[in-house]
């Protein structure tokens, strides 16, 4: 090889130290690629008092006054307003909307899911773009959808009410509003991750002569159970604070179909502070117990991550 031949370093690319050379160059040599790569320390410390500060203004003070308003008058008036009867029908309403529509955004998120990043099909794109819908929408708009097509003056307004059937103010509606506004969490986990694992531990199952069924339940779902389980997580938060959607087609109904962040409206409207900002905290209980359980899965899967880059 001649000398024209011969690949010369990049000057500004710092280089490795020889196999050979002492400890202590080669640290120098690893602090000045680090160095060469970071920004100085008052930048790092700059951006971080601003997200502290933006955190603490936006996030931990109104949190924290949610929880000293909702204790200000004592035990008893803050347990008396959660076991008032009409606090603890909006809490099952609320569970019941989640219930139903976590169970049913995980069936649908799945499969489609399973179904963009494993095949190809006319309208792939269309499936998309309608997944990420209820992104783009106003949850009052997806509301008013379902009046427009349920109501009393709607599409099936009129056959619902000669069969004796009640959606919109009733449970069924506050159901379907919720389904609208969560389906896309659980999918949209879902897809990018299956698309980067591709096929190739599906097509070799396939090859040892796997059916559908056990391909998809002890190759694809494994390696999808944290992603899963994280999307499962936001859907379920997002349930059980929805407002806007909920809110157009529930009736406001005490009792009946008042979910919770409906009852803490009410109250707060009625100038029953006390009372809304416990049911209030109930509620930030709730979220804190999901971003908990969010935690937990981040760190399981980045242990996971580095696991498998260290057998690698």
Not at 65 to 70: C, G, M, Q, Y
Not at 122 to 144: E, H, Q, W
């Amino acid at each position: 090889m001649t000398t024209a031949q011969i690949p010369l370093p990049d000057a500004a690319t710092p280089q490795p130290a020889p196999p050979g050379a002492p400890v202590s160059q080669r640290g120098t040599r690893a602090r000045s690629a680090l160095s060469s790569t970071t920004e100085p320390a008052w930048v790092r410390t700059t951006l971080i008092l601003i997200a502290l500060l933006f955190l603490s203004l936006f996030l931990f003070v109104p949190l924290v006054a949610v929880f000293v308003e909702a204790f200000k008058k004592g035990w008893e008036v803050y347990v008396a307003a959660i076991v008032e009867p009409d606090a603890l029908a909006a809490v099952k309403l609320t569970l019941i909307a989640a219930g139903i529509s976590v169970p049913l955004n995980l069936v649908f998120g799945v499969a489609a899911a399973w179904a963009i990043a494993k095949f190809d099909f006319r309208g792939k794109d269309l499936l998309l773009t309608l997944i990420d819908l209820p992104f783009s929408v106003s949850p009052v708009i997806a509301g008013l959808i379902y009046v427009l097509v349920f109501g009393l003056q709607g599409w099936w307004g009129e056959w619902l009410r000669d069969h004796d059937l009640k959606i919109i103010f009733a449970v069924p509606g506050i159901v379907l509003a919720t389904v609208f506004v969560t389906f896309p969490f659980v999918a949209r986990e879902l897809i990018p991750l299956m698309q980067a694992q591709g096929q190739e531990q599906e097509e070799a199952a396939r090859v040892l002569g796997a059916s559908g069924w056990q391909i998809f339940w002890r190759v694809t779902l494994p390696n999808v159970k944290w992603a899963l389980l994280y999307g499962v997580i936001l859907c379920n938060a997002r349930a059980m604070g929805e407002f806007g959607a909920v809110s157009v087609v529930s009736g406001h109904v005490r009792g009946f179909t008042n979910t919770m962040p409906l009852h803490i409206e009410i109250l707060y409207n009625e100038y029953q502070f006390a009372a809304s900002f416990a049911v209030a905290s109930l509620l930030a209980g709730l979220a804190l117990v999901s971003l908990v359980l969010k935690y937990i899965v981040e760190q399981r899967v980045k242990r996971e991550s580095s696991a498998a880059q260290g057998a690698h």
